[in-house]
């Protein structure tokens, strides 16, 4: 393995488009820029949701992944039951905290907002470019169903007036 890293190399494609990735090229950095603004906006949204829901969550710095603690909820015994319940009962797909080497008893799950960008091409293009991508319907509508998913699991309502601007960045 350690003579395959010292031997390969990436195939000469790769290493012209590394290449001219280092020349930081204005389409790639306005990408960039328009990537973290997409990536901050969701996630901030869907950590807001999770901390509405009792959750204990700290705000992401950077990345597309929310760390919710649930430990108040007495129904789960672990993060692979939390998980397993918000998928069967509200087809709501998270990973245990366990599978990231915590304490399987932590109710802790990460929570990747990548899905919510678009099913097609199409969509995550006009959700990266969007001024206010909470406000495209289908990112809008993943939300609603993690705000439902949430009060189902946790008992508690779902906000009924939800103010999308109040997450933008």
Same mark, same amino acid.
């Given at each position: 393995? $350690?003579? *395959?890293? $010292?031997? *390969?190399?990436?195939?000469?494609?790769?290493?012209?488009?590394?290449?001219?990735?280092?020349?930081?090229?204005?389409?790639?950095?306005?990408? $960039?820029?328009? &990537?973290?603004?997409?990536?901050?906006?969701?996630?901030?949204?869907?950590?807001?949701?999770?901390?509405?829901a009792?959750?204990?969550?700290?705000?992401p710095?950077?990345? !597309?992944?929310?760390?919710?603690?649930?430990?108040?909820?007495?129904?789960?015994?672990? *993060?692979?039951?939390?998980?397993?319940?918000?998928?069967?009962?509200?087809?709501?797909g998270?990973?245990?905290?366990?599978?990231?080497?915590?304490?399987?008893?932590?109710?802790?799950?990460?929570?990747?907002?990548?899905?919510?960008?678009?099913? &097609?091409?199409?969509?995550?293009?006009?959700?990266?470019?969007?001024?206010?991508?909470?406000?495209?319907?289908?990112?809008?509508e993943?939300?609603?169903?993690?705000?439902?998913?949430?009060?189902?699991?946790?008992?508690?309502?779902?906000?009924?007036?939800?103010?999308?601007?109040? !997450? &933008?960045?």
């Amino acid at each position: 393995a $350690i003579a *395959s890293e $010292i031997w *390969s190399s990436p195939t000469a494609p790769v290493q012209h488009a590394a290449a001219y990735a280092f020349t930081e090229p204005v389409e790639l950095v306005a990408r $960039i820029a328009d &990537s973290r603004r997409l990536h901050a906006t969701v996630v901030r949204a869907v950590a807001e949701r999770f901390r509405d829901a009792g959750a204990a969550v700290a705000m992401p710095q950077g990345g !597309f992944y929310v760390y919710p603690d649930l430990s108040f909820l007495d129904e789960f015994r672990t *993060s692979d039951e939390f998980a397993a319940a918000l998928l069967d009962r509200y087809g709501v797909g998270v990973l245990p905290g366990s599978a990231f080497g915590d304490d399987p008893r932590a109710l802790r799950v990460r929570v990747a907002t990548s899905m919510m960008y678009g099913e &097609s091409t199409q969509q995550r293009l006009a959700a990266l470019s969007a001024q206010d991508p909470l406000t495209l319907p289908w990112i809008a509508e993943a939300l609603e169903h993690l705000d439902r998913a949430l009060a189902g699991i946790t008992g508690s309502a779902a906000p009924a007036d939800r103010s999308l601007a109040s !997450f &933008s960045v």
